[in-house]
Structure formats: structure tokens, C-alpha cells
């Protein structure tokens, strides 16, 4: 921790004002008037009975009242951390309710556009057909922004279901590059994957081991500029499966790495010049493989390209 | 005699593009804005199929699903839930009431969901 975090957490007024709490409801402001009193009132016991009281109830009673006062500290500080909890608790289900009232007026918006795009009630002319793409498109990116939101408040409030079977994570692999060529061919990006050779299945949740293997895939191709190269590695270490995709993209500033599986984060040199992304993607990933009894990390260097890995256990 | 599909759906917007849609594929479509109406018009009009959302007005979806399946004249009708409503158990629950099939909107395109249409009337 350098100088600078220090004095930061030592701002308390600073913190309390983060929060959105008063000071009296502050949990760091009533930890330190919690501590400023335990020591005072030691003292003060200790002194009093030393020195001015010969009656050993009276030093009992100062110490009893004392206590007391120390337990309702004690109790406030608990239900601001409460307050704080049922905050986060309500911001989730706030996430959760909004993505579900925007999911049906964007499926109405996306069938429209497939059926006028489809030229079924008659024909379309080019000039429409690029802004009926605009619209296409840009509806699947808010409907992959709201998917992404519902993911997020299921992780928070713990309602993501995990359904683990037996599954071949080469097979589902080589199912997402094929999905993900045309992409990769628009970006001018050679995929290449490298699996060992008889790997055993995974035992986790296929729908979600792809989401993970989508985010890692689509961040390698994206974030590759001009033309560039993704390899995947994919072998048996111990008891698990280990998962790599090496890229030479423009990787993560240093001082940017410790915030990357953070919601909402996106890197500095990654807004410069790709505006899409919600910065969502690594969060959920790390959350998923965490749940799946695996691990999840990377290394990074700026200008140089980025290597993400996740374990899974085989059993 | 075209096959006649019961869309019970709150969403007016969705009852047109699939009205469009299904007419165009030879289907007649019976709309139905709310489940009180859905129940009345499966018993009436005995369609082929019914598509049924969840989140409905008067009756819910899951209570729709289970008046069908438990009167004799609507139980052997196909059903098929499309719904945004993907919470833990929801797809279970709907099969095991006697859903054909559960189709989560966002995740199908217009086609997909007329070609489920068509497997779940055999064709």
C-alpha cells in the first residue's frame, strides 16, 4: 500500500461522503470514535481506580456504564454496515428490474427490424437496408448490454444457476472459433488453437464456460490493432484443465491491471480508440470460473498483448 | 383449412409482427391480450397450438399453462412459452407443468422461433 492509499483511507469525511452516509452513520468515523473511546475510557478506569476511588463497586460501576456506552457504539456501527448492505442489495434488484423492463421492448424492436429486413412485407432498397443494419445492429448491442446487466444482479444476489454436466471444453472451443471467424477475419486476426491431445471433459456449466470463453476470445480479437494473431492453448495441469489465449494486442497499462476484473472497469488506452465494451465481461468471467471451482488471471504488457488463462477442475 | 395458432401475449407490438409473420406462413393467428381471454379462446376455438407468455395481465402465465394442461378439452394442445422471465427453476417448472418448449425472446431470432413453431406442429 503506498503513501498515497494510506492518507486516502485516513480521509474519513472523504470516505463517508463516497458512501452517501453521514458522519454519525459512517462505519470509519464510528470505528475511530469507537477506538479514541476504549482507550479513553481504559485510562480514565485505571487512573480513577488507582488514585481517587477506594470502593471497588464504583470503578465497577464506571466500567459497567462505559461498556455500555461502548455496546451502542458497537450496535450503530452494525446497522451502518447494514444500511450499506441493504444499499447494495437494492442497487442490484434496481439493475435487475430495469434489464427486465428494457429486454421486451427490445425483442419487440428486434423482430420488428428481422421481419422489414427479411423483405417479407415487400421489398427493401440498399439505401434502407444500411440503416435498417444500424438498427439491427445497434438493438443487439443493447440487448447484449442488458444480458450482461441480468448476469451481473444474478452473480450479486447469488440467483445464477449453475447447472454442471460433463462437457468438452475443446469441442466448445472449436464451436466459438468457427463462430467467431467472420469476426476475426473482419479484424484481420488469425486464431489458432493448440489442444493437447486426449484431454479429459470438464464438470461444470457449458452455458456459461462459453460466456467466459466468448469474453476471452472477443477481447483478444478486439483489442488486436491493425492485424495481429490469438493463439489458444488448452492442456491438463493436475486436476484441472488450463485455459490460454495469448494475444498481441495493446494490452493493459500497469497501472491498470489491478482494476481489470472490477465491474464496469475499462482500461485507459481501451476508450482511446474502442468505444463498445461495457466493461463487464472480465467481471462476469472471474465470477463464473471462481464458481466452477476453477481460477482466473493474466498477464499484460502495454503495446505488447495480453495472456489470459482460467483453470477448471476435471472432476 | 390453415392451422390456427393462439398467441396469448400482452405486448401489442408482438402480436402484430407475429400476426405478419405467421399469416405470411400460411397460419391463422387468434390474439389474446391477457390470460382470462387466452383460457376462454384455447377452450372455444380449439387452436393447433398456443404460444403463451408469462408475464401477463389477470392470469399469470404459469396459471394459464396449468388450466390447460388440466382440462381435458386444452390438455393435449402444444404450448409453447415464450417469455422473457428466465429466473432459477422458471424453465423447469414449465416443462414439468407440460410445455412443449421454453424460448427465452432475447435469445432467438424471428425465424427461429417460427421454425420451433412448425417442429412443434410437425412439420
Redesign the interface.
Known sequence: MNFKKILSQLNIPAQCKRYGLPLWQCPSFLFLIMGIIIIASTLIAYAIGTRYIENPEIVALIILILTAILFIIAFIITRSFERLAEASRMKSEFISVVS?QL??P???L???I??LM?G??GKIEERQTEYFKILKENSARM?EL??DLLTVSKIETA?L?LKKREISLENLIRELISEFEPFAKASNVEIEFKPQKDLPKVFADPSQIRLVVENLLDNAIRYIKDRGRAEILLEKKGKNLYFEIKDNGVGIPKGDQKYIFQKFFRSENILRYQTQGSGLGLYISKAIVERSGGKIGFKSEENKGSTFWFTLPIK | MPKTILFIED?S??QK?FG??LK?EGYEMISALDGEVGLRLAKEKKPDLILLDLILPRVHGFDVLKKLKEDKETKEIPVIVLT?LE???DVDKALEMGATTYLV??QY???EVVDKIKKALGE
Open positions: 427486465h429486454r421486451s427490445l425483442s419487440n428486434r423482430w420488428a428481422e421481419l427479411s417479407r412485407l440487448g442488458v444480458q440467483t444457476p | 405486448e407490438a408482438l409482427t405478419d409473420i405470411q422473457n429466473g432459477i427453476g425472446k432475447a431470432s424471428l425465424e
